[in-house]
């Protein structure tokens, strides 16, 4: 099963990165080994648009602004009862509203949050416990990011990825919306040769017509052009498009880019109506290019090859 490949200009969204907690170096280390420094960069996918750290912050912040001023009653407490609140050490207080204050090794943003929410409500800490909010453990725990819900559930990624965070909370929004990029032009070079066919499933086929369909695809993509391919090591990829438009808008993308394509018309002899268009063959086409076109076209994989750029240690790679 092949993972997400969207395109943003020059940069590709590869997948969901998830919570890193404690290999965050050692993720960070292998990306710029794999990539390059200035070749992938996390950033966060919200309503089909990406957003900076500091931008999806304020979808962070917003949702304890909206909890405060929800529940009134938990706000009272907490202005009452808390003196200021942290997550990692006490320390954390030093760093007031500014969330690029991180004077320890973990991050901490819900302190921030917290603060800069009830400066919003036009609120200030009276009571005298210093609060610590982070585990079930800790006093502070109801005021979690794990706890806490998010403001707008609907701007969250499905399927919600999991943790030790409820569903629809801040902190899901934040892992699951969470998306690494890396540029086009890396993972092209990056990339092998390939073969792919691309068959259409809005037409009635059975197996054994998609498997001739697919096996006219790669005799007309081959043999006609004199093309030689090692079948034994590099096994054809299949794709399918729910539409005849999608198939030629496929057909058509990979002409202008000056690739070797076989658009394939059934004879009518079984099933189909002579002349039906069922399917394309492609190729030789490098792997992230394929990936690109078949995403332009919302195609969908069958078999799909391993690519090099998937093949990471310190994370796994989650679909949007």
């Keep these: 099963m092949t993972g997400t490949f969207k395109a943003f200009n020059d940069w590709i969204v590869l997948g969901r990165p998830g919570y890193a907690g404690k290999k965050k170096k050692l993720r960070r280390k292998e990306l710029e080994e794999k990539f390059g420094s200035g070749n992938w960069k996390i950033l966060h996918l919200v309503n089909n648009k990406l957003h900076t750290r500091e931008e999806a912050l304020e979808f962070y ?23 200021d609140v942290y997550d990692t050490a006490p320390s954390n207080v030093e760093s007031g509203f500014d969330y690029s204050i991180q004077e320890t090794e973990a991050v901490h943003l819900h302190d ?30 109801i005021l979690s990011t794990s706890q806490v819900p998010f403001h707008q559930p609907a701007l969250i990624l499905k399927p919600q990825l999991k943790g030790w965070w409820n569903k629809n909370s801040i902190e899901s929004f934040w892992q699951s919306n969470k998306v690494l990029l890396v540029k086009n032009d890396t993972l092209v070079n990056m990339s092998q040769q390939m073969i792919g066919v691309v068959l259409r499933k809005d037409i009635r086929m059975g197996k054994g017509k998609f498997s001739v369909q697919t096996a006219h695809a790669i005799v007309g993509l081959l043999s006609e052009k004199g093309l030689k391919w090692d079948f034994k090591n590099n096994p054809i990829e ?52 394929f990936e690109n076109v078949m995403n332009s076209f919302s195609a969908s994989p069958q078999e799909v090859g391993k690519r090099s750029y998937r093949a990471l240690k310190n994370l796994i790679l989650f679909k949007l």
């Design 61 to 83: 912040e917003n949702s304890y602004f909206h909890y405060f001023k929800d529940a009134p009653e938990i706000l009272e407490w907490l202005v009452t009862y808390a003196k």
């Design 112 to 141: 921030i949050a917290i603060r800069r929410s009830l400066r919003r409500l036009e609120k200030k800490f009276q009571g005298d416990v210093l609060l610590e909010i982070r585990g079930e453990d800790s006093e502070g725990f």
């Design 238 to 289: 299949i794709w399918t498009v729910k539409s005849e438009e999608a198939l030629l808008g496929i057909n058509r993308q990979i002409q202008k880019l000056k690739i070797n394509s076989s658009l394939i018309r059934d004879a009518g002899k079984t099933q189909l109506d002579p002349g039906t268009k069922t399917a394309v063959g492609i190729g030789p086409i490098n792997e992230a290019i």
